[in-house]
């Protein structure tokens, strides 16, 4: 069984900084041939593409709606991925999944089907 779990979420003001951490588990989990993303969703809308990482964190990809803000990166020696959010607004208030997307090379994908398993989700609220 895999497991992943977020943690960072909170409620900060508009403006501020705030990590997530994903961490993975699981007997047949090897974290390194696993790319990771980051995806959001709000009351009433769809599951939002926000990052992704490739197996060895040498590829990343960002959604346009955070580019400049926040930033994807990885720790294989901890299966933990991150993602780093500034300049919070109040319309990312949310909450954050992590996914894990098998992978046999370094690319990245923002499609969510192609994701096999979820974190539980982490809420961030941004205050104005």
């Known amino acids: 069984q895999v497991l992943l779990v977020e943690s960072g979420g909170g409620l900060v003001q508009a403006g501020d900084s705030l990590s997530l951490s994903c961490t993975a588990s699981?007997?047949?989990?090897?974290?390194?041939?696993?790319?990771m993303g980051w995806f959001r969703q709000a009351p009433g809308k769809e599951r939002e593409f926000l990052a992704a990482?490739?197996?060895?964190?040498?590829?990343?990809e960002l959604a346009d709606s955070v580019k400049g803000r926040f930033t994807i990166s990885r720790d294989n020696e901890k299966d933990t991925v991150y993602l780093q959010m500034n300049r919070l607004r109040p319309e990312d208030t949310s909450v954050y999944y992590c996914?894990?997307?098998?992978?046999?090379?370094?690319?990245?994908?923002?499609?969510?089907?192609?994701?096999?398993?979820w974190g539980q989700g982490t809420q961030v609220t941004v205050s104005s």
């Open positions: 990482i490739s197996r060895s964190g040498s590829t990343t």
């Open positions: 699981g007997l047949t989990f090897t974290f390194t041939r696993w790319s």
């Open positions: 996914g894990a997307r098998w992978s046999g090379s370094q690319e990245v994908s923002s499609i969510e089907s192609e994701y096999a398993y």
